[in-house]
């Protein structure tokens, strides 16, 4: 049961650190976890851990999103009980949910930048080379100014 809650509320802890960057929070960021979520559905084949926690997560974000909220966990911690859950998954899987989850902070963080505007900033940048670290993945490539 903890290792599903930590996976359930990962893409928040991920929201949470890249949106939190740099204050305050869009909608547009907001919308772009949604859509992120959305996406997982068909991004992990069917019968495997990716698939059933983004359906899990997109069947239930608002409940999950007042349940992280309510936690009061850092996003940190989060994303280390996530990591720690994923050990107990095969290896191609958990790979496969920490390059998810990566790739949607990055993409996070491109959804706040203003029309025209393709740069993340330095500030998200930095969170999101954290949230690298955190899952034990490489620094994905974001665009800069």
């Known amino acids: 049961r903890d290792d599903w809650e930590a996976l359930l509320q990962a893409p928040f802890a991920v929201y949470s650190t890249v949106a939190g960057a740099d204050e305050p929070a869009t909608e547009a960021q907001f919308r772009r976890l949604g859509d992120e979520i959305l996406a997982g559905q068909g991004a992990f084949p069917d019968a495997t851990i990716g698939r059933a926690m983004a359906e899990a997560v997109a069947a239930n974000v608002d409940m999950l999103w007042g349940a992280y ?10 994303i280390k009980r996530a990591v720690k859950a994923l050990g107990r998954a095969p290896d191609d899987e958990a790979v496969a949910i920490r390059d998810w989850l990566l790739a949607m902070a990055v993409r996070i963080a491109e959804a706040s930048r203003m029309a025209g505007e393709a740069a993340v900033s330095p500030v998200e940048t930095s969170a999101i080379r954290d949230l690298a670290g955190w899952l034990q993945r490489p620094m994905p490539e974001t665009p800069q100014d």
Not at 69 to 78: I, Q, Y
Request: glycine share 10%; aromatic share 0%; proline share 10%.
């Open 69 to 78: 909220h309510a936690s009061g966990r850092k996003p940190h911690d989060v």
